[in-house]
């Protein structure tokens, strides 16, 4: 019962998200207010969020070639074929659309942590009241929400990945102490690949779209303040009315203090933006010939070991005769 209600939590957590996404077809909302006010921070986090991805391609990529020596005897090609369906699944479109569609529900999770976890905590500790258990659960709840959340995205994502099909039709042949780490190991490639190969590159037209509303993002956000304000100069104007032109006038004043920054700071980026994916590819495409490389040379030794054990038993056979 828990699962199903949390499995229902994430697909309504994703529609919600996925509502803030206007699908491609869509009119520009510059003209919107409330879009207007989120403009500069919607800049600031994309240009975030990419130099995030830039880093963990640089810093997770190394640690591919690391992989073969976690594993214990596996049937070595059949790892590679793990790794290959991995690194390929980061631009299929199943995956993708799943990876899309997560990452908004992660983006949604984050910006209302709090709320969630004081509404699944209130009626946690509500309902133990009920039953007569003095008991403070928000802390542990908290904690359960957010690992059972991660662990959902997991199992979702693992289930659009054919990497991990492929590891449990072969299990015999991976090694079942194999197959936990591989799994991992296949997340971490998909991850990358998906990164550096899917999500990095498109990156610069999604900049550019929204660098493109500027001028008319501006002009929403001043003509909102100069609204607001004229109602706040306005002695006829009601209490509510002043109340509310006052947050209004504020909000826009907050947006535009940090609009230009915001938009020269993603400006810059947009500039070397195909350079700096290009280059993050690179290095992810190095790190993974690396890793196939050493899967290669395992699987050499391994093939070497075999013919030296079987020399050793027919030299063996032969003495005996």
């Not at 070639?65 to 980061?90: C, H, I, M, N, Y």
């Not at 942590?113 to 007569?132: H, I, T």
């Not at 003095?134 to 908290?142: C, I, K, M, Q």
Request: proline fraction near 2%.
């Amino acid at each position: 019962m828990v699962r199903s209600s949390f499995s229902l939590l994430i697909a309504v957590m994703a529609l919600a998200a996925c509502q803030n996404q206007a699908a491609p077809t869509s009119a520009s909302s510059a003209g919107e207010p409330a879009y207007a006010e989120r403009y500069p921070a919607t800049l600031a986090s994309m240009a975030a969020e990419f130099e995030q991805d830039e880093a963990k391609i640089g810093t997770e990529s190394e640690k591919l070639t690391s992989f073969p020596g976690e594993l214990r005897e596996p049937k070595w090609l059949e790892v590679s074929a793990v790794f290959e369906r991995a690194d390929q699944a980061g631009t299929r479109a199943d995956y993708v659309a799943e990876r899309d569609d997560l990452e908004r529900v992660e983006r949604f999770y984050a910006q209302s942590r709090d709320k969630l976890r004081q509404k699944v905590a209130g009626a946690a500790n509500y309902a133990a009241k009920q039953r007569s258990c003095d008991v403070e659960l928000s802390g542990t709840v908290a904690g359960s929400l957010d690992k059972a959340f991660e662990k959902e995205l997991e199992e979702r994502l693992r289930s659009h990945n054919p990497a991990h099909r492929y590891i449990e039709d072969h299990e015999e042949q991976l090694g079942k102490k194999n197959l936990e780490t591989l799994a991992k190991q296949a997340d971490t490639i998909t991850g990358l690949s998906y990164l550096a190969r899917t999500k990095l590159p498109r990156a610069k037209e999604e900049l550019q779209a929204l660098i493109d509303e500027e001028a008319a993002v501006k002009r929403t956000l001043e003509l909102q303040k100069m609204q607001a304000d004229r109602t706040l100069d306005d002695p006829s104007s009601s209490k509510v009315a002043r109340e509310r032109a006052a947050e209004r006038s504020q909000a826009a004043a907050d947006a535009l203090a940090r609009f230009d920054a915001d938009v020269e700071r993603a400006k810059t980026l947009l500039s070397d933006l195909e350079k700096r994916s290009e280059e993050a590819l690179k290095r992810y495409q190095k790190a993974y010939d690396l890793l196939q490389t050493a899967v290669e040379d395992k699987a050499d030794e391994a093939h070497e070991k075999a013919q030296a054990e079987k020399e050793q038993k027919l030299q063996k056979a032969v003495a005996k005769k």
